[in-house]
């Protein structure tokens, strides 16, 4: 029988299950390794897989492969970059508290606050058809997209990997189930996207739920915070630095507009180490 060592850690209830390739050997079918460990109530249970090994990158301390619970691979995931921060100054990877993470969109810079959370520029974010992977000839900006009986403007925006931001005046009771499938295989993304219900607080803050892709509803989606403070200063309807409250948890998002990257602060918990063997 073979056996490696994880991890078990969160970011605002957003749960992973981290391996370290520096010192642990996982078996080569990737997918089908998350799709097992991943599963609720049958195995460990989380939203998604991380792996932590060597950099292409001279530049980066280390990389970062993310797979969903229904083992596709995720561009980027701003919860888990916070915890692979945190997860590496624990287990020696790193010395310094600010550090560079490469994943498949490239480098992002993160640092190890006092307060033990984490800060992380995220990406410089996008809201054109190509980044977007939109099969249509317009960005949706705003944009009434229908699947069934259910229409919401959307605004596409890509932070590495693609999301759709939709407002609504109660987010409690949507049913993300229903909705959220119907959305995230919407014909008009071509990678499909992670959507996020968003009700407006005040000029600062922001409530949010997120449907994810490859992952269904979970209690945070830090790439979809980032998502929904650039759409919400693009429409107008709030203002950096900006407060998103997830079903787990608050993250604070600051963004000077276009062209600039987009961080994210907040924490990063570790829950277990256990082995898992095969
Ligand atoms: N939870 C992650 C994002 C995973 C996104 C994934 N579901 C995708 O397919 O893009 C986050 O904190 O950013």
Redesign the pocket.
Known sequence: MNSFSFTKMH?CG?DFIVVNTFRETVPEDLSALAQDMCQRRFAVGA??FIILGSAESADANFRMD?L?ADG?K???????LRCAAVYAKREGLIQSDELKIETMTGISFATILEDGNVRIAVAVPSTTIVDVGLDSEHPLFGTPLSAEQYTFPMTAVSVG??HAVTYVDEIDLLNLEKIGPLFEHHEVFKN?A?IEFVKVIDDHHVEMRVW????GE?L?????ACAVAVASVLHGVAKSPMKVSLKGGDLEIEWEGRGKPVYMSGSASFVFDATWSY
Not at 212 to 215: A, I, L, T
Not at 220 to 224: K, L, V
């Open positions: 970011g957003n939203d998604q993310i969903n596709s995720v561009e980027m995931c701003g919860n888990a990997n693609p499909r992670n994810e892709r490859g992952s979970t945070a989606c830090g790439s979809g």
